[in-house]
Structure formats: C-alpha cells, structure tokens
C-alpha cells in the first residue's frame, strides 16, 4: 500500500496542544492551585464556572427533544422504539442495583465513619441544608411518577428537566411517525434545529477550560484542604470504590459485548475530563450522544438510552447514596441491622431516580434518603454537606460513563452495529459515520471537542 492511500485510510491526528481535553486539563490544575495559593482570588472565579454553566444549560432542553424526536421519527418500525426503551430499563435496573450492592459492602468492611462518635444533637442544620432537606422530605412516592409528566412543557424546557423534555419528546417523535409522509417537513425542520444547536454547543465548548478553571479555583478556594482532611477516609473511599465499580462492572459489561474498556475509555475521555471539572454528569449529553453515532448506534437507541439513563441509570450517584447514609450512621454510633440496610437499599433504588428535576441533585437524593426512614436522625447530612462538592465530581463522571457504556451496550443488544466496527472508529483506523455535513462536527476520537450541557447537582 502506498504512502498516499495510507493517508487517505487513516484520519489525521491533531497535535497533542491543539486537543481541547488538554487545556481543560491545563485549566483543571491551573484553578486548583488558584484556589489554594489565593483563597480569595479563587472564590473570586465562581463567576466564571457559573457564566460556563449557564450557557450550556440553556440547551439542554432542546437538545434532548431534537436528538429523541430526531431518532424516534427515523425509525420505520415504532416497535424498535419498544424495544431500545424496555432494554434500557432492564440495563439500568441491574447496573444500578449492582452499583448499590457494591457501595454497601464497600463501607461495611472499611466502615469509614467509626470511631468519630458524633452527637446528633450538636448538629446544627444550615439554611442550605434545610433547604435541601425539605425538597427531598417534601417529594411524596407518587410524585415520583406524576413528575415524569410535565404541567407545562414549555417550562420543563426553561427549568431544563431531563425526564419530564425526553417523555414529551417520545410522544412527539412517535406522533410524526403515525402520521407518517405528511409530517415529514416537521420531522425534517426537527434535524436541522438540531444541527443548528450542536454548532451552537460545539461554539460554545471551547470556552470549556475558562469554565472549569473557573468551577475549580472556586472549589479549593471555598473548601481548602482542611475540609478534605476533615473527612479524607469517606472522600478516599468512595474515590477508591468507584474506579473499582468502574475497572470491575463497566469493564466486565464492555468486555461481553467485546470492546476494549481502556479503548472506550478513552474515545470518551474528554467527556470525562469535562465531567470531572464542571462536577455534572449532564455535562456529556450531547458529546456522548455524538461519539455514540460516530460508531454506528442509532440515533432513536442514542437518544433514547442516553436520555432516560441521566434519570435511571445514576450509578455513581448510588454508590453515593450507599457510603455516605451508612457513614452518617456509623459516625452517630447508630447500628443498622441486615434487614434495615436491606430497607434502605430499597428506597435507594426509588430515591435514586425521583429526584432527577429537582434543584440539589445527589444531595437531595440523600436528604430524601435519610428523611424517608426514621433509623437516621436528618441533621446527620450535616457530616458530609461540606465535603459534598468533592465527591459531586467523582460521582459525576462515574455517571456520565455509566451512560456512554450503556448506550453502546444496547445498540449491541439491539444487534445495530458490530465490536469489530465499533473498535475500528474507536482506535482511529477508520473513519466515523458523523461528518460535518450532519452539523455536528467531526466525529474523530482525537479531535472532537466535547458537547457539555451542565448543571451544578453533580448527578
């Protein structure tokens, strides 16, 4: 094979400082140590992590319905929809109560909060936290249904609630395909919104190392590392549990369906990297969504799994949830038996998905948690509220992964593509199936910059 047709085979690769996980990096360690070398400096830049935010927020909303509707319209048969959703909600039932199971046994043999003999009434609840506490105690078990349908869409799509924008996106999407050929310019109009948006994001996006070095000096300037120490064995263990819930179940799940899991790991690692700084798994929304067409998943199973799992399929959220309850028990001196862990597991594995449209994210998952039982004094949150917004990143990332590895788990269930094609793409060998010509950048593992749409829950 000549030089000539090598080129042509094998795509180009941008040097290593013109990658945009590179400066976000670069931006990550430069707001750290912003933050703990000039405390009041780095308090200073939370301006800029929340400019960051908001711009993205803004189309999170629309993106969701354009990308749903978009795949939902392109498929033929509704029953394919069907199926993608049912496999979905069985992936992310097994995966999440895995992850719960996982957290639990992790803390009961490091058992991280003995020996701290804290008493429940020296705890004073923060303005904050009753705040939190009141939008977790305040959710009742059936609004973690009613919630799923909106009282009014076009303020779902301005308070950027995932679940509630995604419901109404499938009975949009499937109403264009029962009507079929008359509703095909709407349909159309619908693909080229979303071009229009993901241009938007991928724009916006090269502001990502300003917003995080920004989030980041904001971060160790508020909290410092005396708040770590304070609390660095909890902080050290759901670190050290979540690369092993990653290393173990992402890549064990990766490995059936036959991909390399570092491989995976790195065709996303600049959602990653964006995940960690900006402290929200929904950061990755539409670059996962992106890199998973880039490989041959369709855009309805894309869309749909990816969509669904930021409220189903938390799995970082759930290792969370499990670590810190049981160590605010064991740091109150508070025993739980066998059969009452297994009753909080119980309302985890709801708790861990109602509360996806509500402000506070992971906190409130775990305010609703310990509110929901009586074996918990509430006030005990206060252990780890100041320590919150560390593990908020960790948990984040574990989250945005647990999506991406999802959605090319279904499309392998739902036989679109193969591992041998998949791998190709992945590795740079061959090209991808998203162009420029679809408005959403190209798809290269090596060049593409992330699509973040961010919220400060770290959910």
């Not at 030089?3 to 750290?32: F, K, S």
């Not at 109009?189 to 090269?206: A, N, Q, W």
């Not at 991406?404 to 269930?413: N, P, S, T, Y």
């Amino acid at each position: 094979m000549t030089d000539p047709e090598m080129r042509a085979r094998v795509p180009n690769r941008r040097r290593w400082y013109h990658q945009l996980y590179v400066w976000v990096l670069a931006g990550m360690a430069l707001g750290a140590a912003t933050g703990l070398l000039a405390p009041e400096l780095g308090r200073s830049m939370e301006v800029l992590g929340d400019t960051f935010v908001s711009l993205l927020t803004m189309l999170l909303g629309p993106i969701v319905f354009c990308m749903v509707v978009g795949g939902i319209a392109t498929v033929a048969n509704l029953r394919q929809v069907g199926k993608v959703a049912l496999r979905s909600i069985v992936y992310f039932e097994v995966i999440t109560t895995i992850a719960l199971v996982f957290g639990l046994t992790v803390v009961n043999l490091v058992r991280p909060g003995d020996g701290m003999g804290v008493d429940a009434g020296s705890l004073k609840v923060s303005s904050e936290v009753a705040e939190h506490a009141h939008a977790g105690q305040s959710l009742k078990w059936t609004e973690y249904f009613t919630q799923l349908v909106p009282d009014n869409i076009v303020g779902s799509f301005a308070e950027g609630a995932v679940l509630q924008v995604l419901f109404f996106a499938v009975l949009f999407g499937i109403a264009l395909a029962v009507i079929g050929e008359p509703a095909r310019p709407v349909a159309r109009g619908v693909e080229s919104l979303s071009r229009v948006l993901f241009t938007i994001v991928r724009l916006v996006t090269y502001a990502a190392p300003v917003g995080v070095f920004g989030a980041m000096a904001y971060t160790t300037g508020s909290f410092g590392t005396a708040t770590i120490g304070a609390l660095f064995k909890l902080i050290g263990t759901f670190y050290a549990t979540s690369v092993l819930f990653v290393v173990v179940v992402f890549g064990s799940v990766l490995l059936l369906v036959g991909l390399n899991p570092l491989r995976t790991l790195w065709y996303f690692r600049s959602e990653i990297l964006l995940a960690l700084g900006a402290s929200s798994s929904e950061v990755a929304i539409p670059g996962i969504v992106r890199k998973l067409e880039n490989v041959g998943v369709s855009k309805g199973t894309a869309g749909v799994s990816v969509s669904a799992g930021y409220s189903f399929n938390l799995d970082g959220t759930c290792i969370y949830l499990t670590l810190s309850t049981m160590f605010i028990a064991q740091a109150l001196g508070i025993h739980l038996s066998f059969g009452e862990q297994l009753l909080l597991l119980a309302v985890m594995l709801l708790s861990s998905k109602g509360t996806a449209g509500v402000t506070g994210g992971g906190f409130v998952m775990l305010t609703t948690t310990v509110s929901s039982l009586s074996l918990i004094p509430v006030s005990g949150v206060m252990l780890v509220f100041g320590v919150d917004r560390f593990m908020s990143e960790c948990r984040a990332v574990v989250n945005a992964l647990g999506n991406a590895v999802a959605g090319l788990v279904i499309a392998r269930w739902q036989g679109e593509t193969t591992a041998a094609d998949m791998t190709a793409i992945m590795s740079g060998h061959r090209e991808g199936l998203v162009t420029e010509d679809q408005g959403q950048g190209a798809e290269r593992p090596d060049s593409v910059p992330p699509s973040p749409v961010a919220v400060r829950s770290g959910t």
